[in-house]
C-alpha cells in the first residue's frame, strides 16, 4: 500500500492525507519480547488515601501502580492488609485450588467430556483475593474468568463439574455454557456470556440495595477488551450519577481472544484512567498481587459501605493461556510473552511471600498441592456419576420447556409435546408413546 | 374476596368515572407503587416533570425520590440496572420514553432479562415492566412512530401486551407489574388521550365520549393472554390491537359491515383459543396492525389461523398493515393503514 502522506487525497485538495492507526501488540508469534516500556513502580511507592477521597484528589493512582509484594518478598508500603498468617495459608489454599481445578477440567475438556471450559491461570487473584475482602453476602456480578469467586465462597465443587458436565446434577439444567454457573446461595450472579452485561446489573442490585437502605454492596468482574461495550459506559454512568454502593473490576489481563488491550484503547491511557472522566474514585493495581488486590477491593468496599462513592479498579494482569479450550493462542502471539511477563505468579509470589515471613514452606506447599490435585481428582470422579456431556445422563426432555416463564404458555406445551412425539419416533423403545406424545 | 369479586365491587363503587388513557396508566402505577414497596419508576424525564407524555405526573411527590426517579438517558443502561433491580427482589418499571429508543436497551432485553429465569434455573428472575408509547399518527417522523412489537414477540421469555383503552390499559399494566416475567407493555399513543377513527382530519373525540373510559378507582387486573371481544359479529373476524382496534371498529361501523372484532391485548401469550373460536365461526380473518408488514406480527397471525382453521375458511387471510417503508413524516398519512386500506381489504375478503 502506497504511503498515505505521499498520496494525493481523493478530495483532491492540497490538505494533509489522513492516516488511520490500526493497533499492533508488541510482539507476534516468534517475535522477541520486550517489556521494558511497561512501568510496574515499586511495591509500597503508592500512597493509600482515605476511603472518602475525592476520585479527583487520588488520579495518580489511575496511572500508577498499586503494588504491595516487593522483590524481596516482603509486604510493603500503606496498601498492606497486614492479614494474619491463617488468612493468607487460607489466601494461597484457594488460588490453589482454582489452578488444580483448571487443570482437571482443561484435561476433561480435552478428553471429550465436555464442550468448553476457561481457565484463569495467573489471574487468580483478581477473583480469589478480591473477593475475600467482600462480605459473603455481598453480591457479585462476575464475567466468566471468576471461577476463583466460587471457590473462595466454598462453592460445593462438584456443583461446578456438574455444570461444567451439563449432567443430570447440574443445577442449572444443562441449559448454559460450561462454567456459566449461577448461585443464589453464595450471592453470585448467573453468568450471561454476553460481556459487559452484568456491570449495569450489578450498579441496578447495588442501587437496589441502596434504595432498600440494605448494608450489602455489589461488585462486578469485566475484561479490559469488554469496556469497549456501551454497557460499561452506562454502568459507569449510572453508578456516579446515583453514587451507588458497587465496585467496578476490569480485569487486564492484555488479550481478549486474540485481540490486545490496544484495542480497548491500551495504547492511549489506563482503564483505571477512565474512572476520572465519570467522577468515579479509579484505582490501578498490580493484578498478580494477592495483598495488593485485596487491599485495593477492602478500600473500594469500605468506600461504598459508607455511602462514599463506587471505585473502578483495573488489576494489570496476563492471560498466561488461552482465552478458552476453543483458543489457541500460538497463532497470534509470542509464546515468550508469559516468560517475560514483569509482574510474575501470583501463587509463587503469595508462596514465597508467606515463606519469607515464616509461615510457610515448600514441603507444606508441596502437599497442598497434591491434596488439590487429589481433591479435585475425587470430586471429578463423583460428578461423572452423573454423567459427561452427550452420554445421556442428563435432565428430562420436558425441562427444556420450562422456565422460559414461570407458566407454560400453550405454544410452548404444543412444542413439548411435538418434542416428545420425536424422541418416541427415534427410539420407540425408550420411549413408549404416551397421553402427552399422542 | 375472589379477584373477580374485588373487581365486581369496585366497578359498581365507582360508576361513570371517566379518566383518559394517560390517567388510568397514572393510577396504575400509583395503586402498585402504594400497594408493593419492591415497585419503583424510572426512565428519561419521569420523575420531577412526570414523563413527556404525564403518565408518571406526580407520582415523585407522592412516592418519593427513591421510588420514582429520572435516569441518564442510556436505554442499555435503564434495562440494565432494572435487571440487577429485579435480581435484588425488586419490581421496576422502568419506562422508555419512545418505542423508536428501546433498541439500545434490547440486550439487556433479549439476552438478560428474557433469558435470566432460563439460564438460573429460576435462581433469578427479571420481574420488570417496560412501558414505553408506541405507534404513530401523531407526526412523530421515523424515530417517533415505530411499532416494534414483533421484535419482542419473537424473543423466548418475554411478553408483549398492548391496551386499547383505559380500562384495559389500567387492569393489564397491573397484571403485568405483578407478573413475574419481563414484559413490554406498549401504550399506543396515538389514542392516549381518545379513540381513533382513523380519519385524521377529523376532530379527536375524547375518552370521555367512550365507554371503556369509565375506568373503577381502585386495583383491578386484566388477565394477561385473554384477548376481548369488541363487537361480535357473522362476518368476518378482525384482529386487531392498540390503535388499530379503533380505527378497525370505526370502518366497520361505517361500512356496515357484520364484523366480529378482536382486541388482542396480550401478542404474547396470546389467546389462540378465542381466535380460533372466531375464525372458524365466521370462516374469515383479517388482520390490522399498524407496524411494518414483512415479518409483522400479521405474519404470525396469519399462519397461527391457517395452521388452525383452514377447513373453515371461505376466503384466504388478508393483512393490513404499514407499509414497508420508515415511518415518513410528511406522508404518515400516507403510510397509516386507515380506512381506504381497510375497507379495501373487508371488500376482497368478502367477496372472495
Known sequence: MADPASTTPPSGDNRPALALHVPEPRSRPGDPVDFSDVDIGEAGAQPRPDEGAKPDEMKDLAYGLIRV??????????WDPKLDPETLRTMLGHMALVRAFDERMFRGQRQGKTSFYMKCTGEEATSVAASMALASDDMVFPSYRQQGILIARGYPLIEMINQIYSNKGDKLKGRQLPIMYSSREHSFFSISGNLATQTPQAVGWAMASAIKGDSRIAATWVGEGSTAEGDFHSACTFATVYNAPVILNVINNQWAISSFSGFAGAERTTFAARALGYGLAGLRVDGNDALACYAAQAWAANRA????????????TYRAEGHSTSDDPSGYRSAQEREEWPLGDPIMRLKKHLIAIGEWDEERHAAMDLECAERVKATTKEAEKNGILGHGLHHPFHTMFEDVFEELPWHLKEQAQQATRERQIKWPDHHPMDEAGK | MSAEASTQAAVEATAERRINMIEAINEALDIMLTRDPDVIVMGED?????GVFR??????????????????????????????????GLRPVPEIQFADYI??????????????RYRSATEYIAPMTVRSPFGGGIFGGQTHSQSPESIFTHVSGLKTVIPSTPYDAKGLLISCIEDNDPV???EPKRIYNGPFSGYYDKPVEPWKKHDASIVPEGYYKIPLGKARTVREGEALTILAYGTMVHVAESVCREKGVDAEILDLRTLVPLDIEAIEASVKKTGRCLIVHEATRTSGFGAELSALVTERCFYHLEAPVERVTG???PYPHSLEWAYFPGPVRIGEAIDKILKD
Open chain 2, 46 to 50: 419521569v420523575g420531577y416533570f412526570g
Open chain 2, 184 to 186: 413490554i407493555f406498549f
Open chain 1, 305 to 316: 459501605r459508607a455511602n462514599k462513592g463506587p471505585t473502578l479498579i483495573e488489576y494489570f
Open chain 2, 103 to 116: 433498541y439500545p436497551g434490547l440486550d439487556q432485553l433479549i439476552s438478560e432479562a428474557a433469558r435470566l
Open chain 1, 69 to 78: 509484594l516487593g522483590e524481596d518478598d516482603k509486604a510493603h508500603g500503606p
Open chain 2, 323 to 325: 407499509f414497508d417503508t
Open chain 2, 55 to 88: 403518565c408518571t405526573a406526580g407520582l415523585q411527590e407522592k412516592h418519593g425520590k427513591t421510588r420514582v426517579f429520572d435516569t441518564p438517558i442510556s436505554e442499555c443502561g435503564i434495562i440494565g440496572v432494572a435487571v440487577g433491580m429485579g435480581a435484588y
